[in-house]
């Protein structure tokens, strides 16, 4: 009889990034119909930011994964398998770019490059939104499988499937793992 296996430390419900995604078009959105205004400047500003936060502390301690794991997550069933956070910080670090030249062509009066910019973001946000297809993600993956990580003699290869099936009995977050694994 094997034993299922375990939950692996850090990994993410990937439905928290699908949100998350939910939340970015919607700011995405706006800002393409209010910039180059104001208003829309300051919420791609504030997208920035976000994206920033996600790349600096991972994407499991920004504001949408805390609305996630406090509103959302206790009415859904547990996931079915659980992915490496590494793939969704990547995205957010492209979005990061794509944001942050948004800006620089909208404050610098280029709106059509701020323009371009945010859509290509607004673009791929929607992909993984409406789709659950991950652009930053696969190129992340495209990225490990081309050039992967040094590891340590005692590690092995880098994975490149990031994901892991959970499973009722072990792969079922706890209170005690939800806090800190809810949401990726």
């Known amino acids: 009889m094997t034993q299922p296996e ?5 990994q ?14 919607v700011v995405l959105a706006l800002t ?23 790349v600096a502390l991972g994407v499991q301690r920004t504001p949408a994964a805390y609305l996630f794991k406090r509103v959302v997550r206790p009415r859904l069933a547990a996931p079915t398998h659980l992915e490496d ?8 670090a492209v979005g990061l770019v794509f944001a942050v030249v948004g800006l620089v062509g909208y404050l610098s009066g280029a709106p ?3 323009a371009i910019a945010t859509g290509f973001a607004l673009a791929a946000a929607l992909l993984n ?6 652009l930053g993600c696969e190129i992340y993956l495209l990225i490990r499988r081309i050039a992967p990580a040094k590891t340590l003699p005692s590690q092995g290869p880098v994975p490149t499937n990031t994901t892991t099936t959970a499973t009722p ?9 939800k806090e800190e694994e809810a949401f990726a």
């Open 129 to 134: 939104a409406v789709f659950g297809f991950c």
């Open 112 to 114: 059509l490059l701020g």
């Open 6 to 10: 375990p939950r692996a430390q850090g």
């Open 12 to 25: 993410i419900d990937p439905r928290g990034p699908q949100f998350n995604a939910m939340l970015t078009s």
């Open 169 to 177: 009995s072990a792969g079922t977050p706890t209170d005690d793992t």
């Open 32 to 54: 393409l119909i209010t910039a180059p205004d104001p208003v829309g400047i300051v919420l791609l500003a504030v997208q920035a930011a976000l994206f920033a936060t996600s």
């Open 85 to 92: 956070p590494q793939p969704p910080r990547f995205a957010q």
